[in-house]
């Protein structure tokens, strides 16, 4: 089983931008998308941003993450 985690980008860094995954920043390779920027949602997986997402769905995503882990 696979596991993409959408995530905001917060800087662009060359190939790479700085996410935030709710809270956590990480660093994740941008190379596979085109037009990626700052305040795009994006998902991740395994250090890769593999799609861009609409804000409200990526939202969502995190909203029942943040459920899940306070369970």
């Known amino acids: 089983m696979c596991l ?6 917060l800087e662009i860094r060359g190939e790479k931008a700085l996410v935030d995954f709710g809270g956590v920043t990480r660093e994740t390779f941008i190379t596979l998308l085109d037009d990626v920027k700052v305040g795009d949602y994006v998902m ?3 250090g890769y941003a593999i799609e861009k ?3 409200e ?6 909203k029942m993450f ?3 882990i306070e369970l």
């Open 4 to 9: 993409g985690v959408p995530a905001k980008v």
């Open 44 to 46: 991740i997986h395994t």
């Open 53 to 55: 997402l609409k804000p």
């Open 57 to 62: 769905e990526a939202e969502e995503t995190l």
């Open 66 to 68: 943040k459920e899940i």
